[in-house]
């Protein structure tokens, strides 16, 4: 048997049914980890030593009938930003790539509590910023469907090791979508919920205003099984609410009739790419034969959601950034003759490129000459966006958009790859925007046989609309089971 094939919930009825053990199925892991990690490059930090006994531990209480949770055993993968007690979350970046956190974030902390086994840390673009993987300190992850591609990011590696069969679901953030671009582009499910939905505590975010833990897997039904674990009112986070937490496999139904599904106008435009386009039509066909009104639906202010995010994110970054200064925080690099000249040599040295610039650009934004004709237009802006939801969701269950408007691009120069995650993620981050849940699933491939992703996003903690009407479409179809190419095989040509 193949188990690193399995999705969560076979895993579940072949180990309820004793006809796999958890140290199995970690020993299978392991070793397709082993086969593959080289090619695709998408964990930062293994902990696979440690593991086959945990799987040990877990069997014994399955043989005493011990009561466990839906992802007791089932080996997972956490993004680099997200702390972990005892293992090194360095957010792919030098300035704090020997950083051992001494706490886990309260969704790891649940996890554990519920026996879910942690194979490492995840490769990202540094501190989340980025569309491609490709500002890791420690190198690009590799799309699984074509190694010459991008994986997507600021989750590549989240997206990149589910799709490989390296872990059987991941936890990542989302502040752009930054977690479902990267799912869109290498086949596989992505869950941003509701903002606070999941606590946030412990995650490094480089925008906390925008930025959401949320999860990767196989299908829709390991989604709605992953969020039911991880949805819990946390008293460390703020902006978690007390209330809004669901039984989400209840959403796991074949059933969309009477449905009413919004296009909105001014993203159904002609920029995609062809193949994207032909995808999207065959979708929305699907969604009409099963059921579903397809209702037209308008977002204003969604052609200036992009600027505007851009500039608070670069505006939250460069406020949340400051604090790696080699002194408190951050690896210092210097001599210390001097604070100024060990600033600059920590900051310069430690910091990639990317990073560099949107602190430059978010001090630029948040100096007083500035702010009210960036930052404040921006927040208006985000408010507005808002509003246009609302406004929205009075016609609608679901809006429904191509999760992004191109496939995954090759690697790219500087120049190019800014032009191109302007692109990837115009429409994720709409949601980010305005704090509603979304999930991409996969809709099509294209003619150079790239996953395609297709976004459905719900109103604020609808997200049993939202698994209800994504399952529906997945059990219809088989785009879900469509996988990459076959990483054993050597790639002579890298």
């Known amino acids: 048997m193949e188990s690193h094939k399995l999705t969560i919930h076979e895993i579940k009825d072949l180990i309820d049914n004793g006809k796999l053990s958890i140290e199995e199925l970690v020993k299978g892991v392991i070793q397709r980890i082993g086969k593959t990690e080289a090619q695709i490059k998408a964990f930062n930090t293994l ?42 979350t360095s957010c792919s970046s030098r300035i704090i790539e020997t950083f051992i956190p ?11 509590e519920h026996h879910a086994i942690i194979l490492g840390k995840l490769n990202m673009d540094e501190f989340g910023i980025g569309a491609s993987t490709e500002t890791s300190a420690f190198g690009p992850t590799r799309n699984p469907w ?9 989750a590549g590696g989240a997206a990149a090791a589910v799709a490989a069969d390296q872990a059987f679901y991941a936890l990542a ?32 975010a480089s925008a906390p205003s925008l930025e959401q833990i949320g999860c ?22 703020p902006t978690s609410p007390k209330a809004c937490r669901s039984k989400y496999t209840k959403g796991i139904i074949d059933d969309i009739r009477g449905l009413k599904i919004g296009i909105p106008k001014e993203i159904f435009d002609e920029s995609w790419d062809p193949d994207v386009r032909d995808s999207i039509n065959v979708a929305l066909d699907m969604f009409k034969q099963l059921g579903a009104d397809l209702v037209d639906i308008t977002l204003p202010h969604s052609k200036y959601a992009a600027a505007a995010h851009f500039i ?3 505006c939250e970054a460069s406020s949340n950034l400051a604090r790696y200064d ?19 040599k920590t ?39 808002r509003k246009d939801f609302n406004e929205a969701y009075k016609k609608c269950h679901i809006i429904l958009t191509p999760t992004t408007p191109i496939s995954a691009y090759n690697f790219t120069s500087e120049i190019d790859q800014a032009m191109e995650t302007n692109q990837s993620q115009r429409y994720t981050l709409l949601a980010n925007m305005a704090g509603i849940p979304a999930i991409t699933i996969p809709c099509g491939l294209s003619n150079d046989g790239l996953p395609i992703g297709l976004q459905l996003m719900a109103d604020l903690f609808n997200e049993k609309t939202l698994i209800r009407t994504a399952f529906t479409f997945e059990h219809n179809t088989d785009y879900h089971l469509k996988k990459p190419m076959q990483l054993e095989v050597a790639q002579n040509e890298l």
């Open 216 to 237: 990767i897997t196989k299908d829709v039904t390991d989604c709605a099984y992953v969020l039911e674990e991880i949805a819990f009112h946390d008293k460390k986070d």
């Open 47 to 88: 902990e696979t030593e440690k593991i086959v006994e945990e799987a040990r531990a877990i069997d014994d209480f399955i043989s005493e009938g011990k009561p466990l949770s839906n992802l007791a055993g089932i080996p997972l993968g956490v993004q680099d930003n997200i702390s972990t007690l005892g293992i090194r």
């Open 146 to 154: 074509n190694l010459h591609r991008v994986a997507g990011g600021a």
């Open 347 to 385: 900051r310069s040295l430690g910091f990639g490129q990317e990073v560099k610039r949107r602190v430059m650009l978010g001090n630029l934004f948040l100096n007083a000459k500035y702010y009210d004709s960036y930052y404040k237009k921006a927040l208006k802006v985000k408010s507005l966006l």
């Open 173 to 204: 953030s989302d502040a752009a979508g930054c977690l479902r671009q990267p799912a869109a582009f290498c086949g596989v499910v992505g869950l941003k919920p509701t903002y606070g939905l999941v606590s946030r505590y412990g995650l490094i």
């Open 102 to 112: 001494p706490y886990d974030a309260s969704v790891i902390g649940r996890l554990k």
């Open 326 to 344: 080699g002194i408190k925080y951050g690896t210092r690099i210097g001599d210390g003759h001097s604070l100024e000249s060990l600033y600059i």
């Open 312 to 314: 608070l994110m670069t």
